[in-house]
């Protein structure tokens, strides 16, 4: 298999068949881990996500459907060097035959690793089908143990139901079994310790994440974030930690620093985005419910691949557009540079 670094700006000649270009950026980065948003619904309201009232969702006729996205992943792993494919939203779960998209995904040749974040509202009953239809990984999100602390911060009252969401998806084999986590000041920051503690019991492997500034109502302030040397702090409170060799040696891109937790063969991650941000080695492209790639979850321009594809282009030419999009892939998101801008949609609408 040729790989052919695209230099950006430049017109590489189309490749042969079996060829693989890599989706190369100016910076030396290639991406090879796609965060592909099936919809952009959600059954919560994360006040850290979303407004109360929802927001304006897609119409059918925007998003893609399935043999859509099926095309589109089949060229970035045939064709672009795609190996990874996390399933997200919005709320993935709500989108109706999931288990056949998963189905169809897992028999891609060459088949890439199948992911799903999920908040694991109706996941118990689902886990099992969705391991045997091919999904190998999944990430649930929950950030309280405390069902009316979840209320608060979801406005739903569902906390019993992502608890045996995360179960069901252990039973299924679904390894390794991550949740995310994330802390707001004064809400469920307290709680780090005690998180920390479940998660081991459990076998899950937790990760706090730093909120960012990706909120629909714009609501996010830097000196309100829980920091990820805060979170440490308060973890250290109750447990040794030490960051351990091997895995800093092994992560990669991986965002998260990840530390074992003495006396235990687990780890907790930290997910810096902000204070700490991990540009440099990213390997993530998003491609949006309704068909447009993203660079970066901060990215402030689209491609639009949904138009090729209802247009009638064929395969090198969609694949000539996802190389030239991420060409233009900028060096780092900017939080902490003053003239950052909030992209224009909310991370439930990119697919977090
Ligand atoms: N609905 C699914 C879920 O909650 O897992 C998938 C989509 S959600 C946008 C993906 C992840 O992004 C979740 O773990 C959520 O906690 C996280 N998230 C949402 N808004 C965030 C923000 N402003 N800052 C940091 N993480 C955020
Ligand atoms: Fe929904 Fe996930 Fe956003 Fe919460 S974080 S509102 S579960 S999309």
Not at 60 to 67: G, P
Request: aromatic share 4%; charged share 25%.
């Amino acid at each position: 298999m040729t790989v052919l670094l695209g230099l950006p700006g430049l017109r590489a000649p189309r490749p042969g068949v079996g060829e693989v270009r890599a989706l190369a950026d100016a910076y030396g980065r290639v991406a090879s881990d796609l965060r592909l948003s099936l919809t952009d619904r959600c059954n919560l309201r994360c006040t850290y996500c979303m407004p109360a009232e929802g927001l304006d969702w897609l119409g059918r006729d925007e998003l893609l459907d399935d043999d859509e996205i099926v095309r589109l992943v089949q060229i970035g792993v045939e064709r672009l060097g795609i190996t990874t494919v996390r399933l997200t939203g919005g709320e993935p779960l709500l989108r109706r035959g999931l288990e056949g998209l998963v189905t169809r995904l897992a028999s891609l040749d060459p088949r890439p690793a199948l992911a799903l974040t999920t908040n694991g509202i109706g996941l118990a009953p689902r886990a099992a089908g969705l391991a045997a239809a091919g999904l190998d990984r999944i990430n649930v999100s929950l950030d309280t143990l405390d069902p009316d602390v979840f209320a608060r911060m979801t406005r739903r009252r569902r906390h019993g139901d992502v608890l045996e969401g995360i179960r069901a998806a252990r039973a299924a084999g679904l390894a390794p079994l991550k949740m995310n986590t994330v802390l707001m000041r004064g809400v469920n920051d307290h709680e780090a310790p005690a998180l920390l503690r479940w998660a081991l019991e459990e076998g899950v492997q937790l990760r706090f994440i730093e909120q960012m500034p990706l909120d629909a109502q714009h609501g996010w302030r830097r000196t309100e974030m829980v920091t990820a040397a805060e979170i440490l702090a308060r973890l250290r409170t109750e447990f040794d930690l030490v960051v351990d060799p091997a895995h800093a040696a092994a992560r990669g891109s991986a965002p998260a620093e990840l530390f074992r937790v003495v006396g235990t063969q687990q780890t907790v991650g930290v997910i810096a985005s902000v204070t700490q941000p991990f540009c440099g080695s990213c390997d993530r492209v998003r491609l949006t419910a309704d068909g447009q790639i993203r660079t970066c979850l901060f990215a402030r321009e689209e491609s639009d691949l949904r138009s090729l594809l209802r247009g009638g282009a064929d395969d090198a030419t969609i694949a000539d557009a996802w190389v030239v999009a991420m060409a233009g892939k900028q060096p780092g998101h900017g939080i902490d540079d003053p003239s950052f801008l909030q992209p224009d949609r909310p991370m439930s609408a990119i697919g977090g």
